[in-house]
């Protein structure tokens, strides 16, 4: 399943801890619920994945930004993204906010194939993502027989 999500990514913060709560700063928080919501009315009648999910391609399209002239902008569209965030950061996130919707936990996602970030003119986020069915056979890992 292909799934592109019209929206730019932001990345996972890491948890802020006081003496009275954790929490999350509220640019990722917004982005997670933003997403989660756009996700379930494009994913309403889906039912979860329930096996390991294998991300085959996730690509995320960085929005160029606004203070680059416009041959700069043409010349850097499509080219890879090498500044923050971290693509670990943006993986962690997205995965976030597909839990519960796409999948049932971000646990199941036992592989990641090819994961990378490039500068767009139009920011999103087009994930080639599948459930595995029961124990399929992983090239390359011992079966322990």
């Known amino acids: 399943m292909i799934i592109e999500i019209p929206m730019a990514q932001v990345a996972a913060s ?15 928080e917004n982005f997670k619920q933003a997403l989660k919501l756009w996700l379930k009315i494009k994913y309403s009648k889906m039912t979860p994945m329930v096996g390991g999910v294998c991300i085959h ?21 499509n080219t890879i993204h090498i500044v923050k ?3 670990d950061n943006l993986d962690k996130a997205l995965k976030d ?18 994961s990378y970030k490039v500068w767009s003119k139009t920011p999103s986020i087009v994930v080639d993502i599948s459930e595995m069915d029961g124990f399929e056979d ?5 079966s322990g027989k």
Request: glycine fraction near 4%.
């Open 85 to 87: 965030p971290d693509k």
């Open 138 to 142: 992983i090239k390359g890992v011992s």
């Open 97 to 114: 906010a597909m839990s519960g919707i796409i999948y049932n936990d971000d646990c199941q996602v036992w592989r990641t194939v090819e």
């Open 57 to 77: 391609k996730c690509v995320y399209k960085m929005p160029i930004p606004k203070s680059w002239s416009k041959k700069k902008a043409e010349r850097m569209n």
């Open 14 to 28: 890491r948890p802020r801890v006081t003496r009275w709560k954790t929490f999350y700063l509220p640019k990722y």
